[in-house]
């Protein structure tokens, strides 16, 4: 079976750091993908991570430790247009087994 | 350079009613795969295409079904439609031997049974 969790909400202040954490429970793992979804938007790409580490990809991070079944994506710099749905996924064989998403508010 | 494409955009359907819905893929993208994303909710997967068959099935009925044609544009058909099955339908498309879960999605069908 897959379980993925991640935070329903969070906000956080324009400017600021704010780190989007991700627990999962999957029966196949071929890597950690981040998408970030803008209300009545499509899914974008972000991220991902196959080995355990950080990623850096711009203003965006993304951790992952395998053995823990953990990850987590890190908005550094936050601006207004961060505001939005972040989905974490976990590829299996040759789907995207996604979370429920992370609603993003940054405030003024 | 199109992106996904997928059409129609919004349809309402009754319960008991078949739907089609129809995707391009973003040129030079040879693999299709197709999600159920409720409100609220992180996209499910139902199948995904490539060279014309169905290689992976997600936990969905057999209602659900498929087809990729030779220009690897794909369909996706919903039998016996039931309030449940309200929700966007987000075609995926990507190219085999890049990374796998790197996927470009369409806009989607957003579906309402009535």
């Known amino acids: 079976g897959q379980n993925i969790d991640q935070p329903t909400e969070m906000t956080a202040t324009e400017g600021a750091i704010v780190q989007i954490n991700c627990t999962y429970q999957?029966?196949?793992?071929?890597?950690l993908f981040w998408y970030q979804q803008h209300a009545g938007e499509a899914p974008t790409f972000l991220s991902y991570?196959?080995?355990?580490g950080l990623e850096e990809k711009g203003r965006f991070s993304s951790f992952l430790s395998r053995s823990k079944g953990y990850s987590y994506l890190l908005l550094k710099e936050l601006q207004m247009k961060d505001s939005a749905s972040y989905l974490c996924?976990?590829?299996?064989?040759?789907?995207?087994?996604f979370g429920k998403g992370t609603s993003l508010l940054v405030t003024p | 350079d199109a992106g996904v494409t997928q059409s129609p955009t919004h349809l309402i359907k009754t319960r008991g009613q078949q739907v089609t819905l129809r995707c391009s893929p973003k040129?030079?993208?040879?693999?299709v795969s197709w999600y159920q994303q409720a409100l609220g909710q992180g996209p499910q997967f139902i199948f995904q295409?490539?060279?014309?068959?169905?290689?992976q099935r997600g936990n969905f009925p057999d209602r659900f079904s498929g087809h990729q044609f030779p220009n690897y544009s794909s369909e996706l058909n919903v039998n016996a439609l039931w309030l449940g099955d309200s929700a966007l339908y987000l075609c995926?498309?990507?190219?085999?031997?890049?990374?796998?879960?790197?996927?470009?999605f369409g806009e989607g069908s957003r579906l309402t049974v009535l």
């Open positions: 995926a498309s990507s190219v085999r031997g890049r990374l796998a879960g790197e996927l470009f």
């Open positions: 040129s030079g993208h040879d693999t």
């Open positions: 999957t029966s196949g793992f071929n890597g």
């Open positions: 295409y490539y060279e014309e068959e169905e290689r």
């Open positions: 991570n196959v080995l355990d």
């Open positions: 996924a976990v590829s299996s064989g040759y789907a995207l087994n």
